[in-house]
T-cell receptor
Framework: GAVVSQHPSRVICKSGTSVKIECRSLDFQATTMFWYRQFPKQSLMLMATSNEGSKATYEQGVEKDKFLINHASLTLSTLTVTSAHPEDSSFYIC??????????????FGPGTRLTVL | GQQVMQIPQYQHVQEGEDFTTYCNSSTTLSNIQWYKQRPGGHPVFLIQLVKSGEVKKQKRLTFQFGEAKKNSSLHITATQTTDVGTYFCAGGAGTASKLTFGTGTRLQVTL
């Protein structure tokens, strides 16, 4: 089946530093990847939609200059949390779809990255 | 914007009892998907429903999509401890593949 990986799985950083999270589709090409954030005991909130070769589309309220998304290839998208602060501590999850770009396409989720900002 | 609510927020059952979670969208959906997330894990895709009134079964799990395509339900028959986790519905609108996740129902099953 379709596998999506994320790296790193956990990261602890100091306030003010930047953190890069990678999302890879291992056995399929993903024209679209999604980035979600999940706070403890809450639902997944979509942050942005990442399309290969074009600018990401951010959801309302998500700062695009703070959460930089790059989708340079059909198998890799990166999320960089710039100048991280403790309130950015969360579980960041990516998902990828296989490229049909229709609503019947399934999203495959990565294992998530737990970010802790001290 | 689109909102997707689930009830109950939490349910604790004894093994063998049935469980149902309900999902309601503020807008008409093109499709509804269901995911299960174990504690500390990531969402795992369970099923997708597309047609109005559609019912699908997976062993002890029964999924239903409402006639108006604004609500859905997941019913588990004779729960087992392996069913523990949070169940999320996620709705899609139009032809876009973007999903709005529901608030989730956390299921606890004890012996």
């Amino acid at each position: 089946g379709a596998v999506v990986s994320q790296h790193p799985s956990r990261v602890i950083c100091k306030s003010g530093t930047s953190v890069k999270i990678e999302c890879r589709s291992l056995d399929f090409q993903a024209t679209t990847m999604f980035w979600y954030r999940q706070f403890p005991k809450q639902s997944l909130m979509l942050m942005a939609t990442s399309n290969e070769g074009s600018k990401a589309t951010y959801e309302q309220g998500v700062e695009k200059d703070k959460f930089l998304i790059n989708h340079a290839s059909l198998t890799l998208s990166t999320l960089t949390v710039t100048s991280a602060h403790p309130e950015d501590s969360s579980f960041y999850i990516c998902s990828a779809e296989s490229g049909l770009r229709t609503f019947t396409d399934t999203q495959y989720f990565g294992p998530g990255t737990r970010l802790t900002v001290l | 914007g689109q909102q997707v609510m689930q009830i109950p927020q939490y349910q604790h059952v004894q093994e063998g009892e049935d469980f149902t979670t309900y999902c309601n969208s503020s807008t008409t959906l093109s499709n509804i998907q269901w995911y299960k997330q174990r504690p500390g894990g990531h969402p795992v895709f369970l099923i997708q429903l597309v047609k109005s009134g559609e019912v699908k079964k997976q062993k002890r799990l029964t999924f239903q999509f409402g006639e108006a395509k604004k609500n859905s339900s997941l019913h588990i028959t004779a729960t087992q401890t392996t069913d523990v986790g949070t169940y999320f519905c996620a709705g899609g609108a139009g032809t876009a593949s973007k999903l709005t996740f529901g608030t989730g129902t956390r299921l606890q099953v004890t012996l």
